[in-house]
């Protein structure tokens, strides 16, 4: 659902505009200053789609006091999981040194920004407007939620930025899954690009080197769209001696970096070597799915153990990479290549997966909590709230308890069991912390 937090410093009228947007009183209205604490949600239907609504408290930064600092914590909460930030201000104040002072803040979040310029009764007072234009908001929209003035082009925008978000969606789904075949030089990735392909669309040689271009490729199979990407192999530091090898090298990063999905190829034959080790560093920090297709199989003389062996052996190479699902493929004789489409579109559907935020919070924390615990005796979890930022890949930010980061296997651990509850198959799962600001206590004066 698109999600559109309302903040503000406390009395400009958040929940007097809140209850005027969802068209029921929810939130409590008053003169006094600071009576919404918890966010509340409600929900507007709007050009046919539900738009959430925060109603949140009133921000105070750098505040001392215990409940005013409670509920700024509440609304960065209400703008990590937002996707539209709608700033409310008094238009007969002007622009105060609080408003100015939450500006930092909310452009940190990476948030759409816009602003409602509230308590504007009659069109003679829409003037006011002017100074708030100066903050440098997407939108200024003049309103008076107490005499529903201008709400109706309020809400008109709220839809048309949902419908664009939704449209983009729908036209990002509608895009070619991109794939990028990337390795070490003469593992066979061109051979496998034309067997994904069916046509012999790039060259193949046994001399290394010899694709220095990206190839993109668009393939259809079975209703769904592929851009197949054929990088130039990646080589060791130092050994890249020629200019137009550097620069290839160069450009197959950056492809894997605007690539979906990652076929990740090994020789099967010599098995994972130290610069194998690296591409698929390379693959883990671009942020896209990674499949690990081990080539030349059929080449390789086997018994019962050889497979789970050679899966050890990548895993012990690449530990970063043990979310990454393996296959074993011939591109020469086309062994199980065709099973390749089945995985990029289940690793595509997976790093698109959002998981909701009442999910996270009453189901999956206090069960990692209690597993914590229980192989912790003496440890907490430290969690206070968990939100999926984002997709592709997915991105959860985390609100600690406390005001130290939690230890990288602890982070480790909220993955493996984010993963094992959830899926996200082949794709890699991004932790972002936000820790607990730290209490300022007044400092006291005393007589002599």
Same mark, same amino acid.
């Given at each position: ?115 409602? $310029?509230?308590? #504007?009764?009659?069109?003679?007072? @829409?003037?006011? *407007?002017?100074?708030?234009? &100066? %903050? /440098? ?123 979906? $999905?990652?076929? #990740?190829?090994?020789?099967?034959? @010599?098995?994972? *070597?130290?610069?194998?080790? &690296? %591409? /698929? ?168």
């Amino acid at each position: 659902m698109f999600r559109v937090a309302i903040v503000g410093r406390p009395n400009v009228g958040k929940s007097t505009l809140f209850n005027r947007l969802c068209r029921i009183r929810k939130a409590i209205v008053g003169d006094e200053p600071g009576i919404t604490r918890d966010r509340i949600c409600g929900t507007v239907s709007l050009g046919g789609r539900s738009i959430e609504l925060l109603d949140t408290g009133g921000m105070i930064p750098q505040t001392r006091d215990v409940i005013p600092a409670k509920i700024l914590e509440q609304v960065e909460m209400a703008i990590a999981e937002s996707d539209l930030l709608l700033l409310v201000v008094d238009g007969r104040a002007g622009v105060t040194p609080a408003d100015e002072q939450l500006l930092p803040m909310l452009r940190r979040s990476g948030r759409p920004l816009w602003v409602a $310029v509230n308590k #504007l009764d009659t069109p003679e007072l @829409e003037f006011y *407007t002017a100074p708030f234009f &100066a %903050i /440098g908001a997407e939108e200024v929209f003049p309103v008076s939620a107490e005499h529903d003035r201008g709400m109706g082009l309020l809400l008109d925008a709220i839809a048309a930025r949902a419908g664009e978000r939704a449209a983009a969606e729908e036209l990002e789904e509608a895009k070619a899954i991109s794939v990028a075949v990337v390795g070490r030089p003469n593992v066979g990735k061109s051979s496998l690009v034309n067997r994904l392909l069916g046509v012999e669309r790039t060259i193949v040689s046994e001399i290394p080197g010899t694709t220095r271009d990206a190839v993109d490729t668009l393939l259809e199979r079975d209703g769904s769209r592929y851009r197949v990407i054929d990088t130039a192999g990646i080589r060791r530091k130092g050994k890249t001696e020629k200019r137009t090898e550097i620069v290839s090298v160069v450009m197959a990063r950056k492809n894997l970096e605007r690539a979906d $999905v990652a076929l #990740l190829l090994l020789d099967a034959e @010599e098995g994972v *070597t130290k610069l194998d080790a &690296a %591409i /698929g560093g390379y693959a883990s920090e671009s942020g896209c799915s990674v499949i690990i297709v081990a080539n030349k199989w059929d080449k390789v003389v086997k018994d019962q153990h050889t497979l789970e062996e050679f899966t050890d052996a990548v895993h012990r190479r690449m530990k970063y990479l043990t979310y990454a699902p393996l296959l074993t493929v011939s591109a020469l004789t086309g062994q199980r290549v065709s099973k390749l489409f089945e995985m990029i579109l289940k690793a595509q559907e997976a790093r698109h997966l959002r998981i909701p935020t009442a999910a996270l919070n009453n189901i999956f924390v206090p069960d990692v909590a209690e597993q914590f615990t229980a192989h912790n005796p003496y440890q907490k979890l430290g969690i206070r709230y968990i939100t999926q930022a984002s997709a592709n890949p997915p991105t959860f930010v985390i609100f600690t308890a406390g005001q130290n980061r939690l230890h990288f296997s602890t982070e480790r651990f909220l993955i493996n069991q984010l993963r094992l509850k959830f899926g996200f198959y082949a794709a890699p799962i991004r932790i972002e912390q936000r820790l607990k600001k730290p209490r300022v206590r007044a400092a006291r004066s005393g007589g002599d």
